[in-house]
């Protein structure tokens, strides 16, 4: 373990204590304006559709207003940024990403350490990838995937949204985990990907289940499997890829920070609240229309998990040699 994680799980662990009376009356008070929730990612996108199913039920529970603050850029670090830089008081909050764990590795010149600077409150959602192919590729199983792949090694083209996201390195970690070699194409959103992968100028992309659906519908892309561990709820009839590679798994998912300092009693008001919302049948039903899955936890428990998958998407990003764009 590294030092930095080290020093992450300890402060998570302890939540670093308030100093002096005027941190314990605040929190105490809490909230007496309205709380910021800040997502590195434009209106619309995934992470804003999530935040903004939660915003109204905290924003009830809260008897706040609770606002989405869009800040897209830098692989959403710009907005990691401005909550690192924030006053440690619980009215910002950070929409924490799959790509914020990433970043800890893929960006080597950040000016803040997500480990470091940001505290766990509570996880949101967790949702598998699903590993979709072209038509014309004959292949229906992972298995059978693998052995064309390799009898024709290099001819194998993976789509992504973009150099260093979840969606790129659960395809860098296939290869790693299976001697499968591909060659990545990035693409700029994920529309104009799955148009080629349709079309077949691409052959495989580990994809966002919502936006995979329609097209796996409709017979105009292949689902071979789910990334997650078990089976989704949404195509319980796909296998996962751990079925045919026994260990691999990779996953979206989308939580709550602050910044690091701010009061314990703070945090678990937020982090109540918050599995509260994903307890809630109306919530449940929300995500599950846009394919996300409840993922409650403690912010002792959400810290270790962004911890682990630090250390995991950094040995793939450190073997495959992947920089920023």
Same mark, same amino acid.
């Given at each position: 373990?590294?030092?930095?994680?080290?020093?992450?799980?300890?402060?998570?662990?302890?939540?670093?204590? !308030?100093?002096?009376?005027?941190?314990?009356?605040?929190?105490?008070?809490?909230?007496?304006?309205?709380?910021?929730?800040?997502?590195?990612?434009?209106?619309?996108? =995934?992470?804003?559709?999530?935040?903004?199913?939660?915003? !109204?039920?905290?924003?009830? $529970?809260?008897?706040?207003?609770?606002?989405?603050?869009?800040?897209?850029?830098?692989?959403?670090?710009?907005?990691?940024?401005?909550?690192?830089?924030?006053?440690? %008081?619980?009215?910002?909050?950070?929409?924490?990403?799959?790509?914020?764990?990433?970043?800890?590795?893929?960006?080597?010149?950040?000016?803040?350490?997500?480990?470091?600077?940001?505290?766990?409150?509570?996880?949101?959602?967790?949702?598998?990838?699903?590993?979709?192919?072209?038509?014309?590729?004959?292949?229906?199983?992972?298995?059978?995937?693998?052995?064309?792949?390799?009898?024709?090694?290099? *001819?194998?083209?993976?789509?992504?949204?973009?150099?260093?996201?979840?969606?790129?390195?659960?395809?860098?970690?296939?290869?790693?985990?299976?001697?499968?070699?591909?060659?990545?194409?990035?693409?700029?959103?994920?529309?104009?990907?799955?148009?080629?992968?349709?079309?077949? %100028?691409?052959?495989?992309?580990?994809? /966002?289940?919502?936006?995979?659906?329609?097209?796996?519908?409709? =017979?105009?892309?292949?689902?071979?499997?789910?990334?997650?561990?078990?089976?989704?709820?949404?195509?319980?009839?796909?296998?996962? /890829?751990?079925d045919s590679i !026994?260990?691999?798994?990779?996953?979206?998912?989308?939580?709550?920070? /602050?910044?690091? =300092?701010?009061?314990?009693?703070?945090?678990?008001?937020?982090?109540?609240?918050?599995?509260?919302?994903?307890?809630?049948?109306?919530?449940?039903?929300?995500?599950?229309?846009?394919? @996300?899955?409840?993922?409650?936890?403690?912010? +002792?428990?959400?810290? *270790?998990?962004?911890?682990?998958?630090?250390? *995991?998407?950094?040995?793939?990003? $450190? @073997? +495959?040699n992947i920089k920023?764009?």
């Amino acid at each position: 373990m590294n030092l930095s994680r080290r020093r992450f799980l300890h402060l998570i662990a302890g939540a670093a204590a !308030p100093s002096g009376v005027s941190r314990v009356a605040s929190a105490q008070t809490y909230p007496s304006r309205p709380v910021r929730i800040t997502v590195g990612y434009p209106a619309g996108s =995934g992470a804003d559709i999530i935040a903004r199913i939660i915003g !109204p039920w905290l924003s009830e $529970r809260l008897g706040q207003p609770v606002i989405i603050d869009n800040r897209p850029g830098a692989g959403s670090n710009i907005a990691a940024q401005a909550v690192v830089n924030s006053p440690p %008081d619980g009215y910002t909050l950070l929409w924490i990403t799959a790509a914020n764990a990433s970043n800890v590795t893929l960006y080597e010149t950040l000016r803040f350490n997500l480990l470091r600077d940001i505290a766990p409150v509570a996880g949101i959602e967790r949702s598998p990838l699903v590993m979709v192919v072209s038509p014309s590729v004959p292949t229906s199983t992972v298995s059978k995937f693998i052995a064309y792949a390799k009898a024709d090694p290099g *001819k194998i083209n993976l789509a992504s949204v973009g150099v260093g996201g979840v969606i790129h390195l659960a395809g860098e970690l296939f290869q790693a985990m299976t001697g499968v070699r591909m060659l990545h194409v990035p693409y700029r959103g994920s529309p104009p990907a799955l148009t080629d992968l349709i079309g077949g %100028d691409v052959q495989v992309m580990f994809n /966002v289940l919502a936006t995979s659906l329609p097209h796996i519908q409709s =017979g105009a892309l292949r689902a071979l499997a789910v990334t997650t561990i078990t089976r989704s709820d949404v195509l319980p009839e796909l296998p996962t /890829v751990g079925d045919s590679i !026994p260990g691999y798994e990779a996953s979206i998912w989308q939580g709550v920070g /602050v910044p690091m =300092g701010t009061p314990p009693e703070i945090i678990e008001r937020l982090n109540c609240e918050i599995n509260a919302g994903l307890a809630n049948p109306s919530i449940k039903a929300q995500f599950a229309a846009v394919g @996300a899955t409840a993922f409650p936890n403690s912010p +002792a428990d959400f810290g *270790k998990f962004i911890a682990d998958e630090t250390d *995991k998407w950094a040995k793939v990003i $450190r @073997a +495959a040699n992947i920089k920023a764009e």
